[in-house]
C-alpha cells in the first residue's frame, strides 16, 4: 500500500488518467487560440487595404464583388476599373449606406486612397463586414481599365 491506502496500481492509474486529462486540455486551448486567431484575421475585423493584384484575384475568384468608384463622373468616364460603379465621394456617405449591402465584398477606389478610407470606415461602423480599399487608386491601378 503507498501513501492515504491506495494501492500502487491505483496511483499508476489515475497518474495516467491525469496525463490524458492534461493532453485534453491542452488541445482544446491550442484549439481556443486557433479559432480567437481566425476570428481576429477575417474580414470581419474592420477595413483592409489592398493592393492592385489583390483586387485583380478578387475580380478573379467568381465571388460577388462591388467596386465602387469614388472619383468624379468625368474622371470616372475617361477610365475605370472593369465592374466598377460611380459613387461620387461628394454625394457618397448617405447613398453608400442606402445602396451598398452589408453582405456585399465592397472596394472603394478613388483618386490616391483617402476617400475610400473614409467611406470604408463608415461601412465598418454600419456593421459592413467585407469592406476594402484600393492602395493608392487609380494612381496606383496598373490593371485593365475601360475607357
Known amino acids: ?6 494501492t500502487a496500481l491505483q496511483t ?6 491525469m496525463l490524458v486529462m492534461t493532453k485534453f486540455i491542452f488541445a482544446g486551448l491550442l484549439a481556443l487560440i486557433g479559432t480567437v486567431s481566425t476570428v481576429s484575421s477575417s474580414p470581419a ?3 483592409h487595404t489592398i493592393e492592385g493584384k489583390e483586387l485583380e484575384a478578387m475580380m478573379s475568384d467568381g465571388r ?9 463622373p468625368e474622371l470616372f ?4 476599373i472593369k465592374g466598377a460603379i460611380n459613387i461620387p465621394y ?4 448617405p447613398r453608400v449606406l442606402k445602396e451598398l449591402f452589408p453582405t456585399e465584398r465592397i472596394v472603394f ?4 486612397g483617402p476617400m475610400g478610407d473614409k467611406l470604408g470606415h463608415l461601412l465598418v461602423a454600419n456593421g459592413y463586414r467585407e469592406v476594402y480599399n484600393l492602395r493608392g487608386g487609380m ?8 475607357r
Not at 1 to 6: I, P, S
Not at 90 to 93: F, I, L, S, T, Y
Open 90 to 93: 461628394d454625394d457618397a456617405k
Open 77 to 80: 468616364l475617361k477610365a475605370h
Open 64 to 72: 460577388g464583388l462591388v467596386i465602387v468608384d469614388v472619383r468624379e
Open 139 to 146: 494612381k496606383a491601378w496598373k490593371g485593365n481599365v475601360v
Open 45 to 47: 475585423a474592420g477595413l
Open 1 to 6: 500500500m503507498c501513501r492515504f491506502g491506495r
Open 109 to 112: 477606389v478613388c483618386h490616391g
Open 12 to 17: 499508476g492509474m489515475e497518474s495516467r488518467e
